[in-house]
């Protein structure tokens, strides 16, 4: 497709996204690259689980899951900043922590000091009570829902040749779980209650696979709390510029979306062979190195 026929991209100043689980048979990577591709940030966060090193194997890597990789590259050499910070399902990455290349960055958390205040970023596992004290139960969790996803896909493959709506069985018991946890450990009121006696405005997180902007209020004063959601149930982000502040993106709302075309999805990848995606690459073998030690 020639430039003049693509589809302008939006320009905003910053793209906060997390849990895409590449790897993984419920990361919706194709989703991911066209919605990357319709926008044009200044700053990209990658706010933790981007890699699934839980679950990565050799035997799946889609060439979807990497051209979303090379794509990451490509927008680093074109003057995005991209900084990667580490969650859960990609720990390994914290031992490079401080690592940067060009405009790429891997990194634990983030402040980025925007003009209406400053954020705090961080992917939020800290503050999940089965990481804190039962890290294997949430490695057994992590390959249950993997497995619940294809079970949901198949059920609602065959609901489709049946003219029946679709149903989000992983969806559901994702949303059960993982709320209970968000309630047990207090994850926004301490995620809060520690930015606003930092002096932050905001506070950003992924991990609960729950997207979410609103005011929290705690002793200390109020902070915004906001959550990127995920790519692998809701598909959706945060998007921040300095006239209409922050966002929350969701792609089954965006109408350009339904409209993009496969072509589009493809089209431009082959020039993202740069020194990042040379790093990115390393990483990935260094996955696949390790990957019997998160067994």
């Known amino acids: ?60 890597w889609p060439a979807a899951h990497m051209r979303v990789v090379r794509h990451l590259a490509g927008l680093a050499a074109k003057g995005t900043k991209i900084h990667y910070l580490t969650g859960n399902h990609d720990e ?21 000091d925007l003009p209406d205040g400053k954020a705090w970023l961080f992917h939020g596992d800290i503050f999940d009570v089965t990481m804190q004290h039962s890290r294997w139960l949430a490695r057994l969790g992590a390959h249950g829902y993997d497995a619940l996803i294809l079970i949901n896909r198949v059920v609602n493959f065959l609901l ?23 309630l047990i450990s207090g994850f926004e009121q301490t995620a809060a209650r520690i930015a606003v006696d930092s002096g932050y405005r ?7 696979h729950q997207p979410e902007i609103k005011t929290v ?62 790093l990115l690459s390393d990483l990935l073998v260094e996955f696949k190195l390790n990957r019997s030690d998160m067994a």
């Open 1 to 60: 497709m020639s430039e003049a026929k693509r589809p302008r991209r939006r320009k905003v100043d910053v793209v906060v996204v997390s849990d895409v689980h590449l790897g993984t048979y419920g990361c919706h990577a194709a989703e991911l690259l066209r919605y990357l591709k319709s926008v044009r940030p200044k700053v990209l966060v990658l706010n933790g689980d981007i890699v699934d090193i839980w679950q990565f194997s050799k035997s799946y």
């Open 92 to 112: 390994l990455l914290r031992k490079f922590a401080g690592t940067h290349l060009g405009n790429f960055r891997i990194d634990n958390k983030l402040v980025l």
């Open 160 to 182: 489709q040749k049946l003219g029946r709506p679709r149903v989000a069985l992983s969806k559901a018991v994702k949303n059960r779980v993982k709320g209970a946890v968000n």
């Open 202 to 208: 905001y506070v950003a997180c992924g991990h609960i």
């Open 217 to 278: 209020a705690t002793p200390q004063g109020e902070v915004v709390y906001l959550n990127s959601g995920d790519w692998v149930e809701n598909l959706t982000a945060l998007e921040y510029s300095a006239t209409t502040g922050w966002q929350l993106y969701r792609y089954a709302d965006d109408p350009a979306m339904r409209q993009a075309s496969a072509q589009e999805i493809d089209a431009g990848d082959q020039a993202a062979d740069t020194p990042v995606a040379e």
